[in-house]
């Protein structure tokens, strides 16, 4: 079963790795020419030379540092969007300015909808393989639930289409992740993944409800 938080996991270990690395090399370069070069060590400042080979091999070991980084981040990508894995529970998305609207194609008249003193809630089984349907109304906005590391943006007049698996919790955060106007700081909602119980308890409640 594809996780997403645990595919970009491994993405953010390499690249922190990665950058603590570049952030020591440039700090003790510096560090070094703060301390080797200071003023009134030497007389004439000399000019500097060309060292070629030393040069193409520096720009060589970053290019390969960065298709490593290509690799990985693409890998898991993948590994995501053909995702396969049978989908258990399915949610279709609208967003729009400035708000979100749940509905569940097999619990008709279920919708959750941003109201005017609340976010919505997003139902979903916990630990299940869920196919979200990402649609908007108006401008480009995006799907964003933090702790998942997920993210995918909603075109205009596109139609997106992912798996994802939510681990079970209270409350998991999610938001518009791309600026689409003057309430885009109000697109919020909140993710309630449930236990199997719960989760058939809420079904039954939710046919025909309207927030
Ligand atoms: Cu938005």
Redesign the pocket.
């Known amino acids: 079963m594809v996780r997403t938080q645990h595919e970009f996991a491994g993405v953010d270990t390499v690249y922190l790795a990665v950058g603590g690395a570049v952030l020591a090399i440039v700090w003790l370069a510096f560090a070094f020419a703060v301390v080797r070069y200071r003023a009134g060590r030497h007389g004439v400042a000399r000019p500097t030379k060309d060292h070629n080979l030393l040069e193409i091999g520096i720009a060589s070991v970053i290019a390969l540092i960065v298709a490593g980084l290509v690799t990985v981040t693409f890998t898991a990508n993948a590994s995501e969007t053909e995702n396969h894995d049978p989908i258990r529970f399915r949610v279709d998305v609208l ?4 708000g979100w609207q749940f509905t569940y194609p097999s619990l008709p008249g279920a919708v959750d909808r941003t109201t005017d003193t609340a976010p919505p809630v997003l139902h979903v089984p916990a630990n299940q393989t869920v196919e979200i349907t990402l649609r ?1 109304q108006d ?4 799907f964003w639930v933090p702790s998942v590391k997920y993210k995918q943006d ?1 075109w205009t007049g596109a139609t997106r289409r992912f798996r994802l698996v939510f681990p079970p919790g209270e409350h998991l955060s999610g938001h ?6 003057l309430r ?1 700081s109000d ?1 919020v909602f909140t993710v309630r993944a449930m236990g199997p119980a719960e989760f058939r308890a809420w079904s039954a409640r939710a046919r025909g409800r309207t927030p």
Do not use: I, L, N
């Open positions: 967003a729009y300015k400035w908007t401008v480009t906005h995006a909603a518009c992740a791309q600026y689409c106007g885009h697109m």
